[in-house]
């Protein structure tokens, strides 16, 4: 009986939320509320904004309680290998990158571990905000390989490193590699981000290759985990049937 009451609140709530009943951004009713509100518990209710929470549709903050999420997030393209200013474009925003560093390095050993160099090979490191409609939610943190992109300046930087690298280096950017997982803040996040009180970002580590198979490109992108929607396609294999 308990399972069916914390399901139908869940259902009920994700109704109004569907319909706009509340807003994004906007706060729930506590839990002392609800529990009033639908006669029941609150570790019934607190089950149901747990799962509101699991698939994404209130974030809980420590301190402010349930916010509504955006359910029309941006969605990004797990698979796919795109440029800020492709997908800024692809979905019609107010867009643009805000360059905090751009100085040639002699990377640590993480770095180089993560782009495979040699000892005395140097990196580019560049340091980038992403503001979509006046908000900074992406913070990317790009390291590059000098021995293939010789030269790299801060309206490179501010347009696309992309389109610099196959349109003037004429270079072709192949393949990547992509890890995902969630962190909390940090103080650099802290600096650069607008977090709107949320403790965490959904971060996506890219290793980027060229045709070739070179690794000349190792990216930490960092994202407001309210803002995006992280999307993917996959096509089920079918294997041959085997004779007996």
Not at 87 to 93: H, P, R, S, T, V
Not at 142 to 154: E, G, N, S, Y
């Amino acid at each position: 009986m308990k399972e069916n009451k914390f399901l139908a609140i869940y259902n009920d709530l994700l109704l109004q939320i569907r319909k706009g009943a509340f807003q994004p951004n906007e706060k729930l009713p506590s839990e002392n509320e609800l529990s009033q509100q639908y006669r029941t518990s609150r570790e019934t209710i607190r089950k149901a904004l747990n799962l509101l929470s699991e698939h994404g549709y209130i974030q809980k903050i420590k301190g402010k309680g349930s916010i509504v999420l955006d359910v029309g997030k941006y969605d990004f393209p797990v698979s796919g290998l795109v440029s800020f200013k492709e997908l800024a474009q692809k979905m019609n925003k107010p867009a643009r990158t805000i360059v905090h560093e751009l100085e040639l390095i002699e990377p640590d050993e993480y770095i180089k571990r993560q782009l495979e160099t040699e000892n005395k090979e140097k990196v580019w490191k560049v340091i980038r905000a992403r503001e979509i409609e006046g908000e900074k939610i992406i913070l990317d943190k790009d390291f590059l390989c000098q021995k293939f992109v010789p030269i790299l300046t801060r309206d490179i930087c501010e347009n696309s490193i992309y389109e610099y690298v196959e349109n003037e280096l004429k270079l072709r950017i192949s393949f990547a590699k992509k890890e995902m997982f969630v962190d909390r803040v940090t103080a650099e996040d802290q600096k650069y981000l607008d977090l709107n009180g949320y403790e965490h970002v959904v971060v996506v580590k890219n290793f980027v290759y060229l045709e070739d198979a070179s690794l000349f490109q190792f990216t930490e992108s960092r994202h407001r985990l309210d803002k995006f929607r992280f999307v993917d396609f996959a096509r089920r294999t079918h294997q041959p049937h085997l004779l007996p």
